[in-house]
């Protein structure tokens, strides 16, 4: 019942790049490579991504003409296809005026020349990547950057085709960093120092806007709750959620009809407030006085902000906005992003428990989650329904983000495996996390970097991915080893 908000968008420019000089000497060149460069599109239409498509630039004169047509369409990505030998010169006004990223693509027809039917023409067809180091020295010589190099064959290449997905999935986080709101309520957990961030650096670093918001502007909204859409939001909470006996944790209890309707209502309060500011995402912390609307509104946000994760808005608590983008990220890279941190070791098997009390991501849960009354959040005010869930077992990938001492951002990406077994029935989110070469060694890594002690969670390995990002966005970053 938990559908995306808003789908997974990027916009990609491509181009062919060719030495035209090629095509008076060999009749039918020109289009079988155009064939060529038209099945590379196809392919990476299949990524469910716009597809701007700048035909063939094999000379200069062509290169300085499509420079305002690029830049007209504000393209999240560049693929600069490397369809024959291209002298540099139809590239270097392309790569000097355009600031976006750019890949090269060198995806050959061929696997091998047909050694004994091989001739110019064949080879011609077949030279994707004779120019590249051509294209790569001279960008490095004008100061810019070549992101990527795609090498492999244009046809029956798993993982050739895996490169192109995977910048497909970075051009939509690039496009969803620009212009999101991203808003802040409430205000820093008391005495958590590392949560801490401006939101001018943050504008400047990301591209993106922070809202600053109040908790009154969520109760203007909840006031206008109505009971047909709290039976709505208990009918999805009902379906997408197991509400099971209680366990060993005197703590929890089975989830009470109460802490239901009012699970249920805050969530559609959230919902009317993330599309009354449009919002992104949002990181909030707030207390308010005993036996205030504000505490019970406040508090009681975790199964709504579970759900818009789940729909693709990144829902922070703690007011950890660093935490929120990179939630943000691994979402719009479509592995989850939930909000977690390091709990107890389990040093006889080599593992440490990840998780978290508040928001997940749904959509990475392993079995249905489940929910439980607390008689009280640790650490924090409130009571009420909670959400527990495990970790799809496989690989994971752990996003922080932090600052150094000059204030700049800070990456730090680590991965690992979630495999299944026991967790603590308390309520909250833990997975069994084990990483190389121990996770003693793992950890004691990661801390040293000097990370926040949350970060987003998400499933597989994408480490090289979330790198790429970085270095897009001229963000330092450490891959954790």
């Not at 995977?166 to 991203?182: E, Q």
């Not at 608590?317 to 983008?325: A, M, S, V």
Request: aromatic content about 10%.
């Amino acid at each position: 019942m938990i559908e995306r908000k808003n789908k997974r968008y990027a916009k990609i420019g491509l181009f062919a790049v060719a030495h035209n000089t090629y095509f008076s000497q060999f009749d039918g060149l020109y289009d079988n490579i155009m064939g060529y460069h038209n099945d590379f599109c196809k392919m990476t239409k299949e990524n469910n991504v716009e597809i701007i498509d700048f035909g063939m630039i094999d000379s200069s004169e062509k290169a300085y003409e499509v420079v305002p047509k690029i830049l007209a369409e504000n393209v999240d990505v560049l693929f600069c296809n490397m369809v024959t030998y291209a002298t540099s010169s139809v590239f270097v006004p392309i790569i000097k005026e355009v600031n976006k990223p750019m890949v090269l693509i060198a995806l050959q027809p061929r696997a091998a020349l047909d050694y004994t039917k091989a001739s110019t023409f064949m080879q011609l067809e077949n030279d994707n990547i004779c120019s590249v180091p051509e294209f790569t020295g001279v960008a490095i010589r004008m100061g810019k950057k070549i992101s990527d190099v795609i090498i492999g064959c244009l046809y029956d290449d798993q993982d050739a085709e895996k490169e192109v997905s995977k910048w497909c999935d970075i051009a939509k986080v690039l496009h969803d960093l620009k212009g999101a709101r991203m808003g802040l309520m409430g205000h820093t957990m008391e005495a958590m120092y590392d949560m801490h961030a401006d939101p001018t650096a943050i504008a400047s670093a990301f591209g993106l806007h922070v809202p600053l918001l109040e908790v009154d502007d969520v109760i203007e909204v909840y006031n206008t709750v109505t009971e047909d859409e709290i039976q709505a939001k208990i009918r999805v909470i009902d379906e997408e959620f197991d509400m099971p006996e209680p366990k060993s944790d005197p703590v929890t209890s089975k989830l009470t009809d109460e802490d239901k309707y009012q699970a249920a209502k805050s969530a559609v309060a959230l919902d009317k407030f993330v599309e009354k500011y449009n919002l992104t995402g949002l990181a909030y912390y707030y207390e308010g006085g005993a036996d205030t609307l504000h505490r019970k509104v406040a508090t009681t946000f975790i199964v709504g902000n579970s759900i818009l994760n789940a729909q693709g808005i990144p829902m922070c608590g703690e007011y950890d906005i660093k935490t929120c983008i990179a939630m943000l990220i691994m979402d719009r890279l479509d592995i989850g992003g939930s909000f977690a941190e390091f709990h107890p070791f389990d040093f006889s098997e080599d593992f440490i428990l990840v998780g978290h009390d508040g928001p997940h991501h749904l959509r990475i849960a392993e079995d249905k989650p489940v929910l439980r009354s607390l008689k009280k959040y640790h650490g924090k005010p409130g009571h009420g329904a909670s959400v527990e869930f495990k970790l799809k077992e496989g690989p994971i990938t752990m996003l922080g983000i932090t600052q150094n001492s000059e204030g700049k951002f800070k990456f730090v990406i680590g991965e690992g495996i979630s495999k299944k077994g026991p967790i603590p029935l308390t309520g909250n989110t833990n997975t069994r996390g084990f990483f190389e070469p121990t996770t003693k060694e793992f950890v004691k890594k990661w801390v040293m970097e000097g990370p926040t002690h949350h970060y987003a969670l998400g499933i597989g390995h994408h480490a090289d991915s979330i790198a790429k990002i970085a270095e897009i966005l001229g963000i330092e970053y450490i891959i954790v080893r």
